[in-house]
């Protein structure tokens, strides 16, 4: 067993995080996760309307025993989502930890904290981290430019953003970005993080609700087969690459704006990959560690088998290196 300081803060086996991630954290992943000891997260957003929240989490709760959280990403709109109304479908349920993402959470965190709620937010700076903590998050996951989603604008890989971040913060910090297996939690930790935070290696398993053509996509592709959109924007984002991320860049790239692609990136088209298996349909979020997945298995085995494996290389070939 890896015991860490961010398995006693968010009651959890072992440090091991999947992130909030749109269409995909519902109560199948999510109770997998929990039942294999790590730390899943529900998204919020996922369901239309916070009383389809309160009913995820209680299928959630059906599947499994052990704790898990709801992702609340909080993202500028002209017709925002009533956030606040999440939020308290998120108090009423009894969830216990929560991860915000996006803007500064400062306006929820004294809700949460008043009903015992543990809160980890999402960064991509050490600078946003260090306001996060300034504010009384309870930890903090900080995005390496090796991330699916949005990585920032600094691209600072994880080599050198985690101990960055480490050095400055007094609150569990887990690392995230380009994760998939026992020798990347190792290093983690070897870089002062607490565990690691993992979306597309979560994708690839049979849990996760997601077509069996993306599943077997991202076991063909490689740590090159992503694309940086929005770029020109100041807003981007890493996906899968494909025609469609490729058009959108190419676009860009040109001179575009962002209603010249945004039929091209509507979430409607994304969803539709994970649904239908058509890879070319719109964009879906992968990260660099496609390069490091060549399997699909179950949650259970993908846990067990990253604990199994960073156990056996600090008890043994880093400990032989030390002798």
């Known amino acids: 067993m890896l015991k860490t300081r961010f398995c006693e803060t968010f009651g959890v086996e072992h440090p091991i995080v999947q992130g909030g991630m749109q269409w995909v954290g519902t109560a199948e992943l999510v109770s997998a996760v929990a039942n294999a000891g790590a730390l899943g997260f529900l998204t919020a ?3 239309p309307t916070p009383e389809a929240l309160v009913r995820e989490i209680a299928r959630c709760r059906e599947m499994t025993d052990r704790p898990f959280g709801v992702n609340l990403t909080i993202l500028p709109s002209i017709t925002p989502p009533p956030y606040d109304e999440y939020r308290r479908a998120i108090v009423e349920s009894g969830v216990r930890v ?3 993402a996006g803007a500064n959470p400062r306006e929820h965190l004294p809700e949460f904290h008043a009903h015992g709620i543990k809160v980890l937010h999402k960064c991509t700076s050490v600078r946003h981290a260090v306001k996060a903590e300034a504010i009384g998050v309870d930890g903090v996951s900080i995005d390496g430019f090796e991330c699916a989603g949005h990585p ?3 691209d600072i890989p994880g080599l050198v953003l985690i101990p960055a971040a ?3 913060l007094s609150i569990p910090v887990i690392a995230s970005g380009g994760f998939a297996d026992g020798r990347g939690l190792v290093a983690a930790l070897a870089l002062g993080a607490e565990g690691i ?3 597309t290696r979560f994708l690839c398993t049979r849990e996760a609700p997601v077509h069996q053509r993306v599943k077997e996509q991202i076991v063909a592709n490689s740590e090159l ?3 940086l959109i929005f770029r020109p924007l100041r807003n ?3 996906v899968a690459g494909n025609a469609v991320s490729r058009k959108v860049v190419e676009i860009l790239d040109e001179g575009g704006e962002f209603p010249d692609v945004r039929d091209l990136v509507a979430g409607v088209r994304g969803r539709k990959v994970f649904e239908d298996g058509d890879l070319d349909a719109g964009i879906w979020s992968a990260g660099l560690a496609q390069g490091l997945i060549d399997d699909i298995p179950t949650v259970r085995e993908l846990v067990d088998r ?3 494996e960073a156990r056996e290389l600090i008890t043994g070939r880093l400990a032989a290196v030390c002798r």
């Open 225 to 227: 087969d992503t694309e």
């Open 166 to 168: 480490v050095r400055r």
């Open 152 to 154: 920032g604008e600094d």
């Open 197 to 199: 935070n993992m979306g």
């Open 306 to 308: 990253i604990v199994a």
């Open 236 to 238: 981007t984002a890493r």
């Open 45 to 47: 957003l996922t369901q």
């Open 98 to 100: 929560v991860e915000t």
